[in-house]
C-alpha cells in the first residue's frame, strides 16, 4: 500500500517553478507545478550530470536542465530529443488542496 505523504498545498509550489522536499534517508525531491497546475515529483537530479532539476525553468510539462539546458519531461523523468537517460518520478496526487507524494521506496527501505 502507497504510504502518501502531505507535503503542502499547491501556493506552496511557484508557478512553472519547484520546491524541494527531504524525505528520510531518501534523495531530494523536486515536486514541480506547471503553468497549468499539474504537479509532478521526481528526484532532484538530472539523467546527464545530476544537475538541480529543482532549478531549472519549467515549459509546458517539462523541465530544462540549469546546467546544460536538457528538457526532461516531468511526467516521465525522460530526457527529450537526442539526449537519454531519465530521472526516476515519484507518483503524485492533490486532494483536498493537499499535495500528497507516494513515500519513494529508497526510503522505506531506509527507515
Ligand atoms: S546535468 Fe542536466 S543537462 Fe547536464
Redesign the pocket.
Known amino acids: 500500500m502507497t504510504d502518501w505523504i502531505d507535503i503542502g498545498t499547491l501556493a506552496d509550489i511557484p508557478q512553472r517553478g519547484a520546491r524541494t522536499v527531504q524525505i528520510g534517508g531518501g534523495k531530494e525531491i523536486a515536486v514541480f507545478r506547471t503553468g497549468d497546475d499539474h504537479v509532478f515529483a521526481l528526484v532532484n537530479e538530472?539523467p546527464?550530470?545530476?544537475?538541480p532539476l529543482s532549478q531549472g525553468i519549467v515549459h509546458g510539462h517539462s523541465v530544462a536542465?540549469p546546467?546544460?539546458?536538457?528538457n526532461i519531461a516531468l511526467k516521465t523523468g525522460e530526457a527529450q530529443g537526442e539526449d537519454t537517460g531519465c530521472t526516476p518520478t515519484i507518483a503524485v496526487k492533490q486532494e483536498d488542496g493537499r499535495i500528497l507524494i507516494a513515500r519513494p521506496q529508497m526510503a522505506q527501505a531506509a527507515a
Open positions: 538530472c546527464h550530470k545530476k544537475g536542465c546546467l546544460h539546458n536538457w
